[in-house]
């Protein structure tokens, strides 16, 4: 090694204070394009660029050399300017709207500290943090102790239900694998989210072995229907073993009747698992934790945008875990009880808790209750507004926060007996949806289901909503879809 | 709904310029906390206290009522403090660690803009740039086509490569489970990850179905026994599909020969599989990317820190598709080939993509391959030193930046013939982690490894290094042990 290349190695890569620079410049450019003009009624939700002009505009291709700061300053205000805006007042496009900008601190603070939460050696605050939100969150379900874990979302949340829940039944499955089980059967609603179906596929249970259980209007879980199902998988020589209920389908927002579900899972000794990915938020309020009724017989519940899996029994380290040397040493100096990152499956684990613990720190249990609480009583007025105007529809009064409905364009109103009305209705939200993207002024959902043709589903949860937002919404569909 | 309690409703319930005020007033309190002192040789890596303190000192409870934005600053000042710093050039514990700014903004914009990436519409930035990154990697690994998707960390891209495997190989296990197939066989060393006992367990396969080959004494599979495993496997009546091998193991770093099983596999039919999630960063380096020869012939990767899978057959969608028609809409008005999230698992994904990206574009290919080349030289450095110094011994010439070793105190050298030499220096490094830890000088992982007691893995990676900081490991390796 000569002196040269030795003194080149001898000097950090990195210059601290030139990182810092950059990282303050483009917090300002986050702040303008993303937080200010990203939240802004007169700014657009999204600047719609075909694909290819896109790929152009951003110069995605990746080369031999860097590139200077002012550059890549500029990439990040473009990469800001063309990514749709999910904060704006006007995003009811998926099953997540608005900003908090506490649980924003959160989720910035975990990523500079980058740690993963499997010790409590590299993660000391986030193994109590983690541990309090949970204990907190099973006093909701009315729960004294338990066990739990954050997960990377409502889908894994929903595969540890069915891993836990096979274990339980039978143990030599971790062992042995599914090759020397029966056949297994899973009960879910027609309407679940359709993660039960991957879940089934990629832990070899199979998708066949979901059973659907039919819905009624609403699209709830019609129990006796659940019952026959049972019955039908085990004269097929099936057994079954889980049933996935759900509150708040990711459609129209419906909640499974827990309390009859928990009296027929009993009696056939199944685990039931409930997936509140979408509707568990309404368990901090008192008005509307209702729907939930008999949540605390759940064996297993995702919860609330949180994305958690709770647990009423010691089994996910039981069932998870590798027991790997190099991290979970037993000759550590501490309550070796805290390294709690064997329940998980994913090993290595973001921090999820920090987002949650410091929004709720900034506005309580009472805040998080008014939010649900105003959604609910938007929704509300939503509601009441379209069913005074005319060419719109609902499909059905939602339980929830969930608004789906068609639009009639004026030239198919008077016109439901007409054999190509169907094939015409479902015609309609693509157009609007098209023209709405393209012109950037909101976003919202479509979908058809069941038997029914192509529907609009509004989310009305943003803690930005103001009557306002929902007068322009009624008004915009009517804009771009008044001549079809 | 009385007037008081509608206009109430009609207003937002965020203030945004308030939010904003306290977001910029926190990331100074980041930047401050986590990127100045965090990154600071003269403060401490980790400020230890045991669970009962910490749990006190950060007041986790949550309460019914909010607090002001004073009181939520100093939380996030205390969160950072007592959180371990990873970034700082004397973290060696963990395979992660530094700081890359555009990288950190990268994430800050991703939290930002906080959208899904399942479909063009929500995320049209995100679709196109990481189909160029897993381009780019492919280009890497020697392909010129192929299929590819971010994963939420290396144990996720284990368990797709053993779905898409075992779907390759059984493509009705989709519909049927594993219930319908015969008893499968994986094969990995016994220095894999033990993601690999994890993803058995978890996707129905069975734990006793991974077949564990032995390794030689720098951890590098042995492929005679990897063929006498399959034949083993075989004669049990067991069908062999998947080998995974590893590029880099958790803690050796060891390099499984991939050419030589790749002709195994080849002969035999098995899906090889490569976890190079700790060493595919090799592949950045004109020197050392030999360490991975043979890598185009894999059927699937996860590679480097990035965290992703590469496949070289069109099976993603296939095997993992479930088809929701509320996102996947076959009536859209652009090309629906760009609605990749049905390939994933998650449903619901995380952008990934963009740190990388940013950092990429921010120092090129040639600048990721100067930080690998300089994590080899910085490793042979620190050997060098060792291997002058009385006391160290290692555990074999490291092959990657992993440099295992165990310190002998004064108390034991020469005494290596004693009956209880083994077990007096498996105490060793458990005292030498425990006083490091409370003096909070520097963190660096230790743990038993086959018939090996008690070694330190330090882990030589951070761009931030220097030559000091070596020597700095090594005297106080040195002090914190030398009473022993």
């Known amino acids: 090694m000569n002196l040269l290349a030795d003194q080149h190695l001898n000097e950090p890569l990195l210059d601290h204070r030139e990182g810092q620079l950059f990282l303050t410049e483009a917090f300002k450019v986050i702040l303008e394009e993303v937080l200010c003009k990203g939240t ?45 805006k999910t904060n704006h007042p006007r995003f009811f496009n998926q099953l997540f709207a608005g900003v908090d900008y506490h649980a924003l601190t959160g989720r910035f603070l975990t990523e500079a500290l980058n740690t993963s939460q499997y010790t409590y050696e590299v993660a000391p605050v986030f193994v109590l943090m983690e541990d309090e939100v949970l204990s907190k969150l099973r006093s909701l379900v009315g729960w004294a102790q338990g066990d739990g874990i954050f997960c990377p979302g409502g889908t894994m949340s929903n595969m540890y239900a069915m891993n836990l829940a096979r274990y339980r039944a039978f143990p ?68 079954p073993f889980l049933v996935h209920a759900t509150s708040g389908t990711t459609v129209q927002g419906a909640f499974d009747p827990l309390e009859p579900i928990a009296d027929i899972c009993d009696r056939q000794g199944l685990w039931m698992h409930v997936d509140a990915a979408w509707g568990g938020s309404v368990l901090f309020s008192k008005e509307h934790r209702h729907l939930m009724r008999g949540v605390e017989r759940w064996e297993s519940g995702a919860c609330s945008g949180i994305q958690l899996l709770e647990c009423n029994f010691d089994l996910l380290k ?100 007409s054999p190509d009305y169907q094939d015409r209705l479902s015609k309609v939200a693509p157009v609007i949806k098209e023209r709405m993207i393209k012109q950037g002024t909101m976003m919202v959902g479509y979908q058809p289901l069941g038997g029914r043709v192509n529907f609009f589903r509004m989310i009305v949860i943003s803690p930005q909503l103001s009557y306002q937002d929902m007068t322009f919404f009624l008004d915009e569909i009517e804009r771009l879809g008044n001549n079809l």
Not at 51 to 61: C, G, M, Q, R, S
Not at 66 to 77: D, N, T, W
Not at 319 to 325: L, M, N, V, W
């Open 40 to 84: 802004d009624v007169n700014e657009k939700v999204c600047e719609w660029r075909e694909p290819e002009e896109l790929a152009t505009l951003l110069d995605l291709e990746l080369r031999e050399y860097g590139e200077q700061q002012y550059q890549l300053l500029q990439r990040v205000r473009d990469v800001a300017k063309y990514s749709v």
């Open 172 to 239: 030599e499955v971790k062992l042995k694998g599914q090759w020397a089980l029966p056949r297994l059967a899973v009960f879910t609603s027609q309407e679940s989210h359709y993660s039960v179906m991957k879940a089934a596929a990629f832990q070899g249970i199979g998708t066949e072995n979901v059973f659907k259980v039919n819905v009624d209007d609403r699209g709830c879980m019609m129990t006796d229907d659940l019952s026959e199902k049972i019955e039908l998988a085990k004269s097929q020589g099936a057994v």
């Open 318 to 417: 039981r069932c998870h875990s590798a027991d790997a040397t190099y991290l979970f040493q037993q000759d550590k100096f501490y309550d070796m009880s805290l390294d709690t990152g064997d329940k998980s499956i994913q090993c290595g684990r973001k921090v999820d808790c920090l987002k949650l613990w410091l929004m709720w720190k900034a506005v309580g249990s009472q805040g998080l209750e008014e939010r649900v609480d105003r959604a609910f009583a938007h929704t509300r007025y939503l509601v009441e507004k379209m069913m005074k105007r005319e060419g719109f529809q609902l499909i059905g009064k939602p339980e929830f926060v969930n608004v789906c409905f068609w639009f009639i364009p004026p030239s198919l109103r008077g016109k439901e007996n």
